[in-house]
T-cell receptor
Framework: DSGVTQTPKHLITATGQRVTLRCSPRSGDLSVYWYQQSLDQGLQFLIQYYNGEERAKGNILERFSAQQFPDLHSELNLSSLELGDSALYFC????????????FGPGTRLLVL | DAKTTQPPSMDCAEGRAANLPCNHSTISGNEYVYWYRQIHSQGPQYIIHGLKNNETNEMASLIITEDRKSSTLILPHATLRDTAVYYCIVRVPLGTGRRALTFGSGTRLQVQP
């Protein structure tokens, strides 16, 4: 158990819909990262927040957005969903800005039908 | 981040040592070597990291060659639960800009009973 929690574990929705994935980092960790892992691609970094502020962006689509709240939990919002958005979405946390020792959550499996 | 090369797959007998190689011939002096693994569909798990000295923790040992152009992750007594994809990542700890980890294809280790 990494100490990072993600909800829900599974999500099935339809194209065009909007969903929200939630992540609670390890106690004391200020950085939260979001990754996407689809079948045909490896882990792709989406976005990082540190202590409530966006710090780095990766290959995140404009239809996707995220935020980190004062209690440090984070939400990833995916809108206008397409079939290709079906993937595993992982959240990770680390103590500071340096991302090397990251602790990953169990992931949310999203299926868009 | 320096480019890394890992074999796509390896087999290991249960109870034997698993030696996973990684080539990083373009590594620079201030870049560290990090290892993560991902057990099927779970979040990646941090294993170990090092700069130039050999490192050992409760999970594994990391051997870095003197010229630092390659390294080997050693699982001393592999078990079936060590079956996973292992990722070797090389980067500067406090690199600016891209703060996320870049996961390549990794090595798929299959531990055989």
């Amino acid at each position: 158990d990494s100490g990072v929690t993600q909800t829900p574990k599974h999500l099935i929705t339809a194209t065009g819909q909007r969903v929200t994935l939630r992540c609670s980092p390890r106690s004391g960790d200020l950085s939260v990262y979001w990754y996407q892992q689809s079948l045909d691609q490896g882990l792709q970094f989406l976005i990082q927040y540190y202590n409530g502020e966006e710090r780095a962006k990766g290959n995140i689509l404009e239809r996707f957005s995220a935020q980190q709240f004062p209690d440090l939990h984070s939400e990833l919002n995916l809108s206008s969903l397409e079939l290709g958005d079906s993937a595993l979405y992982f959240c990770a946390s680390s103590v500071g800005l340096a991302p090397e020792t990251q602790y990953f959550g169990p992931g949310t499996r999203l299926l868009v039908l | 981040d320096a480019k890394t090369t890992q074999p796509p797959s390896m087999d290991c007998a249960e109870g034997r040592a698993a030696n996973l190689p990684c080539n990083h011939s373009t590594i620079s002096g201030n870049e560290y070597v990090y290892w993560y693994r991902q057990i099927h569909s779970q979040g990646p798990q941090y294993i170990i990291h090092g700069l130039k000295n050999n490192e050992t923790n409760e999970m594994a040992s990391l051997i870095i060659t003197e010229d630092r152009k390659s390294s080997t992750l050693i699982l001393p007594h592999a078990t079936l639960r060590d079956t996973a994809v292992y990722y070797c990542i090389v980067r500067v700890p406090l690199g600016t800009g891209r703060r996320a980890l870049t996961f390549g294809s990794g090595t798929r280790l299959q531990v055989q009973p």
